[in-house]
């Protein structure tokens, strides 16, 4: 019997080296063991289309005293919430080149530990506002070569500690300034091969990049570059201006239904309310002549510049005493 025992114990062993591997320290395994060898702190998985990882397949001794936990190229496509909270010291994760398309700091038992997070080469396509709740001691946030096209202006205001940030290779066209402004303690951002939108209502933004770039913690400057519009496509962001002022050129009205005259000197004198800047007569359809009277500027307006923006689209219909302020800046 206990020879039989002790060849019991020999074949399990066996199996178990089959299975994970010590190199240098590290603790490789091809598949998950029934239970993980005790002391490691470092664990390599290498395992091919996992899928789904449920809540309760990492609670198994030994696992407790993981710090860093490597996935990469498994196939994972979901993690349930608490799946690696046995792992309380967990400091690095790495779960590149898996089709996960969000990430969830419930994943983790105590997500203010984690320091380093590697999500590179997933499906990820949103970042909302708490994605990454809680995770007030990360350092790294890498989520290269994903589908991202929004990040939350909210996701990283409690990163307080993050200093290394990789978004290079999504689907963004713009990120918010106050999201950029949050990282107070940033060293690196990487944000090239983007297809950025340099348009007009961009300019906040176009300006952040500009002061990363001033900082020095903007990587590869020279290759976050505008895709639109066609004028700026290829020039980098922080050497574009994407609102250049513009002086606009008056408009003379050559109308045969109205005409615009500036009251004489006389009629100016013996007036006691300011004068409007534009007089306008319009032709009936039985030949009178009717005085139209477009609303008084504010004295804050220069003379002239109800004339200055006066075109048929404008003032549309001189019977319908209306004059429309001057245009606001357009929008490119």
Known sequence: MQGAAALVLVLAH????????????????????AEFSPGYQVLYLGLQNVGTINSTVFHRNGFSSITELILDGSGITQISENAFSSALQLSSVSLDRNRLSEMNPKWFGDPAVLHHLRLSENQIEVVNATALHGLTSLKELRLNKNRI??????SFSSLDSLTEVDLSENQLTW?????????GSLRSIRLHGNPWACLCDAEDFVVSVRDLQNRSVLVQPTQVTCETPPTLKGQPLFNVTVCPSTTEPATVITSTEFTSSAPSASEHSARTEPDPLVTVSASSAKGKSSSWTPRTLSSSMSPGTCERRLTPSVCRDATQNICSPPLGRANY
């Open 175 to 183: 990120l918010s300034p106050q999201l950029l402004r949050s990282l």
């Open 14 to 33: 066996a199996r178990f080296c089959l299975t994970c591997t010590d190199v240098n320290g590290v603790l490789i395994c091809r598949s998950i063991p």
């Open 149 to 154: 096209r929004t990040i939350n202006p909210d």
